[in-house]
């Protein structure tokens, strides 16, 4: 199975911030690669998919990118209703596997 | 209206078997897989199997392979996924997810909380 790595496992960032998380798998999986937001008690949210398209809807601020099997999820000007986790999954192969999470609080 | 409906809360015992629903609407819903994903209470989330609305084809993950079966309903566009010999490892919330035509889940139901307990 493909491992998924995150970083950090949390962060505290002030509105405005621009925040990075990472994202690393342990093999190639060829750009196949979504992020997802998700807040208490609801179900994730799709970002970004295929490492850096950008999901109709979502806020211009959110960006991904992607260097081997290193990829990033950038916040760029946080806002309140960033507070959130943030997953990223790889579905290259099954079984689909996700990163352990990225929790992100505003100061 | 494009959409997800999960059946409701379960409880059940150790050993028993549950089936949770989750209706589709708004699309074709033989044009899609779905998969279902859970996730245990204040952790992350963890990919359970996959079926094809299309012709039934299936995949699931080692830790659930043999205890589930998953079926697409395409009369009443509804996906089962049936759980058994539950433990208490399996306590969790349910999601159904649609997977795009190239894979990743751009649609999710509600989820369903599965509560596992003697």
């Known amino acids: 199975d493909i491992q998924m790595t995150q970083s950090p496992s949390t962060l505290s960032a002030s509105v405005g911030d621009r925040v990075t998380i990472t994202c690393r798998a342990s093999?190639?999986?060829?750009?196949?690669l979504a992020w997802y937001q998700q807040k208490p008690g609801k179900a994730p949210k799709l970002l970004i998919y295929?490492?850096?398209t950008l999901e109709s809807g979502v806020p211009s601020r959110f960006s991904g990118s992607a260097s081997g099997t290193e990829f990033t999820l950038t916040i760029s000007g946080l806002q309140p209703d960033d507070s959130a986790t943030y997953y990223c999954?790889?579905?290259?192969?099954?079984?689909?596997?996700f990163g352990p999470g990225t929790k992100v609080e505003i100061k | 209206q494009v959409q997800l409906v999960q059946s409701g809360a379960e409880v059940k015992k150790p050993g028993a078997s549950v089936k949770v629903s989750c209706k589709s609407s708004?699309?074709?819903?033989?044009?899609?897989?779905f998969s279902w994903v859970r996730q245990v209470p204040g952790q992350g989330l963890e990919w359970v199997g996959w079926?094809?609305?299309?012709?039934?084809?299936?995949d699931f993950a080692e830790k659930v392979q043999g205890r589930v079966t998953m079926t697409a309903d395409t009369s009443t566009n509804t996906l089962y996924m049936d759980l058994r010999s539950l433990t208490s490892d399996d306590t969790a919330v349910y999601y159904c997810a649609r997977e795009s035509p190239i894979r990743y889940f751009d649609l999710w139901g509600r989820g369903t909380l599965v509560s596992v307990s003697s």
């Open positions: 999954q790889q579905y290259n192969y099954y079984p689909f596997t």
């Open positions: 093999q190639s999986v060829s750009g196949w």
């Open positions: 708004g699309y074709n819903f033989t044009d899609y897989s």
């Open positions: 295929t490492a850096s």
């Open positions: 079926i094809s609305a299309h012709n039934g084809n299936t």
